[in-house]
């Protein structure tokens, strides 16, 4: 087990696999992520805004009278411009020090499940549905739709 601890992120990471079993990730509660390997082992838990959780764990001094109200300061939140060079794993970079910087940037993990395209019979499924939404009663109306959230996607700006 290797334990390691980012100040400059202020992330910790918690390593129960040697580097190099990882496959993905998912976030199971904000800034709790959990590193699963190839078949779904749990291999790390990285906690993120370490300092803030210990502090939410303080005592918080009682009201000087009944009527005062006392709260714990809210962390500030702020979302820096970045590039795409910002966005991307650094090498070097531990997965926990990488994701800590993407939500420092106001982002945040997400994974989907999307189709395989290189599985037997994906072409013959994907035009089974492109002909079942195309003979839909709604067809022009989810056509309009699509080109309208599409305008300005493949036109060079």
Request: aromatic fraction near 6%; charge should be negative; proline fraction near 9%.
């Amino acid at each position: 087990m290797d334990t390691h601890y980012d100040p400059e992120v202020d992330a910790l990471y918690v390593r129960f696999a040697p580097p190099g079993a990882y496959v993905e990730s998912q976030e199971v509660a904000p800034g709790i992520v959990l590193d699963f390997d190839a078949t779904g082992q749990v291999i790390a838990i990285e906690v993120l805004n370490v300092r803030a959780r210990e502090a939410a764990h303080t005592t918080v001094p009682a009201p000087a009278s009944p009527h005062e109200r006392v709260s714990a300061p809210e962390p500030p939140v702020t979302a820096p411009e970045r590039s795409l060079s910002d966005t991307q794993q650094q090498p070097g970079e531990t997965e926990a020090a990488f994701h800590a910087r993407m939500r420092a940037q106001g982002l945040r993990l997400l994974q989907i499940w999307v189709p395989d395209t290189t599985r037997p019979g994906f072409a013959e499924e994907a035009r089974r549905s492109a002909l079942a939404v195309n003979r839909s009663l709604h067809a022009a109306e989810d056509q309009a739709f699509i080109d309208s959230i599409s305008e300005g996607l493949s036109e060079k700006e």
